[in-house]
């Protein structure tokens, strides 16, 4: 299995659903992969936000070694699911599919915890609540892997 996340710039959220989502494919030994992007290009090539970084390490995971990059229409055919942080990442991802399989590879990333609720992952970068994101993305990773054993 082949998993994206998305956010916006690729330096809070979706690096850190990655991080999180690594190290619960590590403890359960599956053999994933899992990738991150974001939808704008501002920070192509940067590592993740700072106060990102040290809300993951309070929690032994370390996320420094990653690279913001844009999400492309090739990562459709790379990753067999694609989970979005928010409605406007949605829209703008599937804005991108061409074919309906690759917008069936799409979905919400707190659909997994929060099934029906159309949630969003609050972006931390503006608010600093990179505490509350961590813990919404750990259970929606949580229910991903569990969906899957």
């Known amino acids: ?5 998305v956010c916006l710039g690729n330096i809070c959220r979706s690096p850190m659903a990655e ?10 030994n ?9 939808t704008g290009g501002w920070h192509i ?6 106060r990102a970084q040290a809300a ?8 420094s070694g990653l690279r913001a990059r844009q999400f492309s229409k090739i990562d459709f055919d790379r990753f067999d699911l694609i989970l979005t942080m928010d409605n406007e990442n949605y829209r703008d991802v599937i804005h991108m599919a061409n074919l309906p399989v690759q917008k069936n590879k799409v979905k919400p990333i707190l659909d ?6 159309h949630r969003g992952v609050p972006d931390p970068y503006f608010n600093d609540r ?4 961590y813990n919404l993305l750990d259970a ?5 892997i569990k969906s899957y054993l």
């Open 1 to 5: 299995m082949n998993v994206l996340m």
């Open 19 to 28: 991080g999180i989502l690594r190290h619960k494919i590590s403890a359960h």
């Open 30 to 38: 599956l053999d994933w992969e899992v990738d991150s992007a974001g």
């Open 45 to 50: 090539g940067q590592p993740p936000d700072h």
């Open 56 to 63: 993951m390490r309070v929690h032994g995971l370390d996320i």
């Open 112 to 117: 997994y915890a929060f099934p029906g609720q």
């Open 130 to 133: 990179f505490q509350e994101v």
């Open 140 to 144: 929606s990773c949580e229910v991903l």
